[in-house]
């Protein structure tokens, strides 16, 4: 991982997890879940017969599969998965990425090569890995600034007069 001044710099290939997991359009939805369970992963990319992006399926997809009874019943993934456009190249920028994440509203987003292909992925929780070192570099640059105060000048003490 890039050290605290290269992060404003850094790449999505330096963030992203690779090589993706990735399951076929006739995968079941069973299949999918199970994999993604095992793996603690909250999405796997969908790819074609050629190994190209076809879709995502994520934990929402799931939860809107069980909520639709459509496990154990061998429905592919391709009848659920998201159709997106959303995604990443490997030498863009991480804050461009982590833009578009925010702007989309999406947790997952996958990294493709110009041919299409899958190569990895990038989510929220390989973001926050980011933050952390960034958040410690700001809070130390604070302790380290002093402070200014504001400080009441003294008024000159008065002369006793004769009376």
């Given at each position: 991982?890039?050290?605290?001044a290269?992060?404003l710099s850094?790449?999505?290939k330096?963030f ?18 199970s994999?993604?369970?095992e793996?603690?992963i909250g999405s796997v990319?969908?790819?074609?017969k050629?190994g190209?992006?076809?879709g995502?399926?994520?934990a929402s997809?799931?939860i809107f599969?069980?909520?639709?009874s459509l496990v ?6 391709s009848?659920i998965m998201?159709?997106t456009s959303?995604m990443?190249i490997?030498n ?10 925010m702007?989309?509203?999406v947790?997952h987003l996958p990294?493709?090569?110009?041919n ?7 989510s929220t929780?390989d973001v926050?890995?980011m933050?952390?070192?960034l958040?410690?570099f700001?809070f ?20 006793a007069t004769?009376?």
């Amino acid at each position: 991982m890039p050290k605290t001044a290269e992060h404003l710099s850094a790449k999505v290939k330096d963030f992203m997890e690779a090589p993706p997991i990735v399951v076929s359009e006739e995968t079941t939805i069973d299949e999918a879940a199970s994999t993604m369970w095992e793996k603690r992963i909250g999405s796997v990319i969908v790819v074609d017969k050629e190994g190209k992006m076809a879709g995502i399926i994520t934990a929402s997809d799931i939860i809107f599969a069980v909520t639709k009874s459509l496990v154990g019943r061998q429905v592919p993934v391709s009848s659920i998965m998201s159709k997106t456009s959303i995604m990443a190249i490997p030498n863009e920028s991480v804050l461009t990425a982590v833009e578009r994440m925010m702007k989309e509203n999406v947790r997952h987003l996958p990294v493709i090569e110009k041919n299409g292909t899958p190569v990895g992925i990038i989510s929220t929780k390989d973001v926050m890995g980011m933050s952390e070192p960034l958040l410690k570099f700001v809070f130390r640059s604070k302790k380290t600034t002093p402070k200014k105060t504001a400080t009441k000048k003294k008024a000159a003490p008065k002369k006793a007069t004769k009376a």
